[in-house]
T-cell receptor, first 109, second 112 residues
Framework: DAKTTQPPSMDCAEGRAANLPCNHSTISGNEYVYWYRQIHSQGPQYIIHGLKNNETNEMASLIITEDRKSSTLILPHATLRDTAVYYC??????????FGKGNQVVVIP | SQTIHQWPATLVQPVGSPLSLECTVEGTSNPNLYWYRQAAGRGLQLLFYSVGIGQISSEVPQNLSASRPQDRQFILSSKKLLLSDSGFYLCALRTISGNTIYFGEGSWLTVV
């Protein structure tokens, strides 16, 4: 699976859009981009995933660049409950599934 | 829908004692199963994964082992725990299509 790079931490203002970047320059054609978040002492929660096209669901939007080497998770209106560690992973349908250290996002009132 | 059950949720064990954490899944067949560990303030470290009964791939050659005696059962074990084994252990499954990944609620292990 391709490696991902995320900032170790970032702050976001409550009520504003939060844009979380992820670089995955070695992504291959059959690898999906997944986003999860983890609130302290809980299992990771699925947010969204995509292959090529931008995706949107009730939680967030995922913007994937045309060359697929990077993506951005957008939380449209950040709330205090969005404070969490956000993980970006890229993986194909193969077996290994590794996470990085994630991005500690803190939503500030 | 797929569900994952992990137990025990919390465990306090003395150094040198054995360990058995169990993970069972429902609602899917032939999933890939994973064990992760998360030390305090750290990211998720992949420990083991399994693509089928009796098939285990190890990422971390330490004093932990894993077994998959049944399709929907994944067990993490140790014969002698170390202080460094303390952490939050998570089981995850990946459906056969590969597009859905689910996590259990985790097991907190404190080695004293």
């Amino acid at each position: 699976d391709a490696k991902t790079t995320q900032p170790p931490s970032m702050d976001c203002a409550e009520g504003r859009a939060a844009n979380l970047p992820c670089n995955h320059s070695t992504i291959s054609g059959n690898e999906y981009v997944y986003w999860y978040r983890q609130i302290h002492s809980q299992g990771p929660q699925y947010i969204i995933h995509g292959l090529k096209n931008n995706e949107t669901n009730e939680m967030a939007s995922l913007i994937i660049t045309e060359d697929r080497k990077s993506s951005t998770l957008i939380l449209p209106h950040a709330t205090l409950r969005d404070t969490a560690v956000y993980y970006c992973i890229v993986t194909s349908g193969n077996n290994r599934l590794a996470f990085g250290k994630g991005n500690q996002v803190v939503v500030i009132p | 829908s797929q569900t994952i059950h992990q137990w025990p949720a919390t465990l306090v064990q003395p150094v040198g004692s054995p360990l058995s954490l169990e993970c069972t899944v429902e609602g899917t067949s032939n999933p890939n199963l994973y064990w992760y560990r998360q030390a305090a303030g750290r990211g998720l470290q992949l420990l083991f994964y399994s693509v089928g009964i009796g098939q285990i791939s190890s990422e971390v050659p330490q004093n932990l082992s894993a077994s998959r005696p049944q399709d929907r059962q994944f067990i993490l074990s140790s014969k002698k725990l170390l202080l460094s084994d303390s952490g939050f252990y998570l089981c995850a499954l990946r459906t056969i299509s590969g597009n859905t990944i689910y996590f259990g609620e985790g097991s907190w292990l404190t080695v004293v």
